[in-house]
């Protein structure tokens, strides 16, 4: 834990000797804070000033972070996908993890190049994202090295010192400097000279040490001559080398005893520089601490010690010079103790670092998938119960919570909560209904989300809200499509209800084109079914197709669909088939129509018309009567 004197203040506005503080949780990462003053001792009566909310700097918000989200969320998701494969995944894996580190590198270099762009007021933050992702980089690097891409042997050496050159590449670019002039008296030209030779041996550079001191204005003299032959003779251990490790240590351990030999004979006395470089590595500790200020960090120092007195230094051995290194150092940065936990083969230790690095939680989601992917994690509690499941599922969870936060990073939340799978469903569950409901677009999408993982009351929920809020600005074609799209057809036949009783009373049909092109859709409900009919009705009548209008019409008064409210209308819209000069309608259709009639002909609304109708419909049974009767004779 952090330590109290560390944490921020924040100032309360408003605040004095009589009032107190009161606060409560908005949501799950903001809380309102405002002051309380108590006007009446007795009765303890508090008034409540402005209200402040409270809540974390999520810096992967910042627009320079975006592409680092969205790019690291493709490579999770292709995470998820190799889960299940009974394969060996290590190597699929080390390739995801470069993915990871390749995401982070291009972050940096652009952070790089908007710093140098950026006004003075920006460049404090981006600095700070800078220092942070530089950190990440490097650990998640010696992570890789150390539990992804484990070598034959479990020689760690050769890793180590790539992971340092690549990370600290400052003096190696000093030497290349130098030796690109190729201009011997190096030493009286470049006042860097000895920075570099001496950074480039810390770093177990040797064919850049030699190519310098060849340099040298002494480069002739025997001493220097001497550091060549035993720098080039020098054995490096290479698992692929041909050698046993028992064999290489008996090569070096020989070769080395020469060297000392060398030094106690004062070989390399005419220079002190070269003297000290020849004891550094002949393996003395006290010239390798000498040496402490030309590194950066303490594990630069390990890596040259482990070079030039362990160079066939196993994982577990690590633990052991990691530890004494970084307390002489005095390392106590997250990233320190999070890379000393790492050798030490303490993951526990190391995701409880990376959480204090101020990455919003990106680092330890993704470090973590990562290492319980590759089965490299096993984490226990105070009671020795495993707890890795646990663990790997609460970061990610909380990552995913966290982006579910803003306004266009929340689908990358989302696919984080669908791969938790003890409480990631119920989670999102909640967050898709509190998101704000911006836009149609969005709204859809929230809807895709719900609907791909079977959460069907969300989306009934989310499309009777949206509904219900078109029927109260007058929209009822919106209405019936988010009814439609929330498949309930309780509301499909209340706004199905609502379009018929606007048609009673203003007699127009609105939505024509939508209620035209139900199709399937129509059978989501008996009353919708009823109105797609009865203007599918209006439609044939309206480009004259009067026999079908008439059949449609029929078949919609004997249906039983037909809302009480409505008879009078379909009634009132027979008058004009059976006026017409030509017989549309059979006498089993005026039959039909008589009953209807005599069932539901008492709508106070149909009484001026129903004398009209019976008429019409005596003179149409009479007509169609007297066609059938011809039609039977012929």
Known sequence: MAEINNLPTIDIPNVSKNSGIAASWVNSSKISIHTSKILDEKHHERYDSAIHILKPEVILFSPQLRKLVNESNGVFLSIQKIKSSPSDVRPELLKHSKQYRSTLRACIESLQDILGKSLSDKKESLENFLTIFYQIECIWHLTEILYVDVVPGDVVLPQLLEWIKFHFPSREGMARDILNQKAIGADLTYTYYWEAVIGCALHGKLDLVRGLLALHSKADHPAFRMAEYILKTMPVYNVYGGYSVNEFTVRWKHWQLELSLNLDSKAFIVDDNLEMIMKLIAGEEDVLWQFASYTDAWYELLAAKLFYTSPCCKQPELSQHANSMSKRWHANRPSDNAIRALMESHLHQVIKEIQYMGDNGWFAAHLVDLLYTCGRLKVLDKDQIEVTSQLHESLILEYGNTLMGHHSLWQCGASYLIHCPIQGLARLEILLQSLPMVSEARINKIIDIARDNNMDHV???????????????????????????????????????????????????????????????????????????????????????????????????????????????LLSDAIPLLEAKEVILSSSDCFELLRCVEAHGDDPKFQDEIEIFRLAVARNLARSLSLEGCQVEH
């Open 459 to 569: 989306v009934v929920s989310i499309c009777k809200i949206q509904g219900v809020k078109c029927i109260k600005r007058g929209r009822l074609g919106n209405a019936l499509a988010w009814a439609l799209k929330a498949q309930d057809s309780g509301f499909i036949t209340y706004i199905a209800d609502q379009f018929l009783k606007q048609y009673a009373e203003i007699g127009r049909l609105e939505c024509r084109d939508l209620l035209e092109n139900l199709g399937f859709c129509m059978m989501a409900s008996d009353r919708l079914t009823f109105l797609g009919k009865y203007c599918e009705f209006h439609q044939m009548y309206g480009i004259g197709e009067f026999k079908e209008a008439a059949s449609l019409l029929v078949s919609l008064l004997v249906s039983n669909l037909t809302p009480k409210y409505f008879w009078s209308i």
